[in-house]
């Protein structure tokens, strides 16, 4: 089993930043392929950004050249650093984890889910 915590969330203007960090417990975290995604109200949870177990990085095109993703093994933490936000990043943003993802864009790809973290850019 596997705990995800994400940290990070807030209110911030537009072309702020801010980064979020999502914790994970266990000790097979190197072996995962993490994910953000992010849901917004009325609206449904859309791939953000993702990072394979060997560092591949992939992102949806909403957030290419704006967001980045990282993962840090010895501390078991995934990042993502968020630049020039838009009122439209405005949602809950929610850590994933999955022990075999193909597709990293695909939500049913993973095992476990963080509680999320609210993100508001205002205008």
């Known amino acids: 089993q596997v705990q995800l915590v994400e940290f990070g969330g807030g209110l911030v203007q537009a072309g702020g930043s801010l980064r979020l960090s999502c914790a994970a417990s266990g000790r097979t975290f190197s072996s995962y392929g993490m994910g953000w995604f992010r849901q917004a109200p009325g609206k449904e949870r859309e791939f953000v950004a993702a990072i394979s177990w060997s560092g591949g990085r992939f992102y949806a095109d909403s957030v290419k050249g704006r967001f980045t993703i990282s993962r840090d093994n010895a501390k078991n933490t995934v990042y993502l650093q968020m630049n020039s936000l838009k009122p439209e990043d405005t949602a809950v943003y929610y850590c994933?984890?999955?022990?075999?993802?193909?597709?990293?864009?695909?939500?049913?790809?993973?095992?476990?889910w963080g509680q999320g973290t609210q993100v508001t850019v205002s205008s």
């Open positions: 994933a984890a999955g022990t075999r993802v193909t597709i990293y864009a695909r939500l049913n790809n993973y095992d476990y």
